[in-house]
């Protein structure tokens, strides 16, 4: 465990770690609420804390004095990239791909096309988790514009592509 802040005597002292300048009390210590604040959290400020409180000349009760919580970090996705894979031509079959490198948890993708002919596609044309869709036995009338979205709990992003047939 690494010691980010500790209070003794009343003296709020804040350790050396890359929080240092982001966190602190909430609440003044005589209210006797030790919350802790974190400000511009960050991904890598995602795991479990500790809050261990011990007064003096109290005799210390194992696990009593301990209180865990686990921080997790949302991150919304970043703008994905749209891909064709396969030659666009009538009859073809052809698959767009839609990732993004970022996201906490890992984003959910959605492909619809735009109007004039909106179209909204489910499995097994769509594979949400992966970003794939799947077009078979191309014709001229699936040409169009094409978008996905990722998605996660943090935001969501979006691309398209122009599918020419």
Known sequence: PLQILS??????????????????????????????????????????????????????????????????????????????????????????SCSSKKGKPSPMYQWQREPPTLQIFFPPAQDRAKGTLKLTNLSLEMSGVYVCRAENQAGSESCSIVLEV
Request: aromatic content about 2%.
């Open 7 to 96: 209070v003794i005597g009343g003296v709020v002292k804040v350790e050396e770690t890359d929080l240092k300048s982001r966190v602190g009390l909430l609440h003044p210590i005589n209210t006797h609420n030790i919350s802790l604040f974190i400000n511009a959290t960050r991904e890598q400020d995602s795991g479990q804390y500790m809050c261990t409180v011990n007064v003096q000349d109290d005799s210390i009760r194992m696990h009593k004095n301990v209180g865990l919580i686990n921080l997790t970090v949302l991150v919304p996705p970043a703008t994905p990239t749209c891909q064709l894979h396969g030659n666009a031509v009538v009859g073809a079959n052809v698959t767009l």
